[in-house]
């Protein structure tokens, strides 16, 4: 593997939230001409779909994360829109080892309409690439152990790190 690339983003929560409920409902409304009689012209139903699948979509494919390139050892921290991914490389510093920690957490989503509103206790599992002195350069958070332990093997193998 080339490139190690970390998203972060959540489709459960926010700005994502909101934008996979308007592409769903685009997507509905550019069926329900196939599934009811519809009195409205068909122009006004492609125009609605049409808006909403727009608006939906573009939210949904932004986001921010972190691309690693192990072969010339350089990092980009960028913004993704629409697939393309902004931001300069950098060359990677000095990276003496990799911790993984968990902490758990109480989580509260903020009511905003939009959002499902929730409470409850959430466990973090943090991926930390320690620089010179073991100072942190890099963190990088997920809710999944899995997901987690398997990029913490990408990251110690891609850049050739020991476990702290």
Same mark, same amino acid.
């Given at each position: 593997?080339?490139? @190690?690339?970390? +998203?972060?983003?959540s489709?459960?929560?926010?700005?994502?939230?909101?934008?996979?409920?308007?592409?769903?409902?685009?997507?509905?409304?550019?069926?329900?001409? *196939? !599934?009811?009689?519809? =009195?409205? $012209?068909?122009?006004?139903? @492609?125009?609605?779909s049409?808006?909403?699948? *727009?608006?939906?979509?573009r939210?949904?494919?932004?986001?921010?994360?972190?691309?690693?390139?192990?072969? %010339?050892? =350089?990092?980009?921290?960028?913004?993704?829109?629409?697939g @393309? +991914?902004?931001?300069?490389? %950098?060359?990677?510093?000095?990276?003496?080892g990799?911790? *993984?920690?968990?902490k758990? =957490?109480?989580v509260?989503?903020?009511?905003?309409?939009?959002?499902?509103?929730?409470?409850?206790e959430?466990?973090?599992? %943090?991926?930390? !690439?320690?620089?010179?002195?073991? =100072? $942190?350069?890099?963190?990088?958070?997920?809710?999944?152990?899995?997901?987690?332990?398997?990029? %913490?093997?990408w990251l110690?193998?891609?850049?050739g790190?020991?476990?702290?």
């Open positions: 593997m080339k490139y @190690y690339n970390f +998203k972060s983003r489709f459960n929560s926010g700005p994502h939230f909101l934008g996979l409920i308007l592409t769903f409902c685009g997507l509905i409304i550019l069926l329900s001409p *196939f !599934l009811f009689e519809l =009195q409205v $012209p068909l122009e006004t139903v @492609y125009w609605l049409g808006v909403l699948l *727009f608006i939906g979509t939210i949904v494919s932004y986001y921010r994360g972190t691309l690693i390139n192990f072969t %010339h050892k =350089q990092f980009k921290e960028y913004t993704s829109f629409l @393309y +991914k902004f931001g300069e490389w %950098h060359a990677l510093p000095a990276l003496s990799i911790t *993984f920690t968990s758990k =957490q109480r509260t989503n903020t009511v905003n309409g939009v959002s499902p509103t929730w409470s409850g959430l466990v973090f599992y %943090h991926l930390i !690439l320690l620089g010179r002195n073991d =100072q $942190p350069e890099f963190t990088f958070s997920f809710t999944n152990k899995k997901k987690a332990a398997k990029h %913490h093997r110690e193998v891609g850049l790190l020991r476990r702290i």
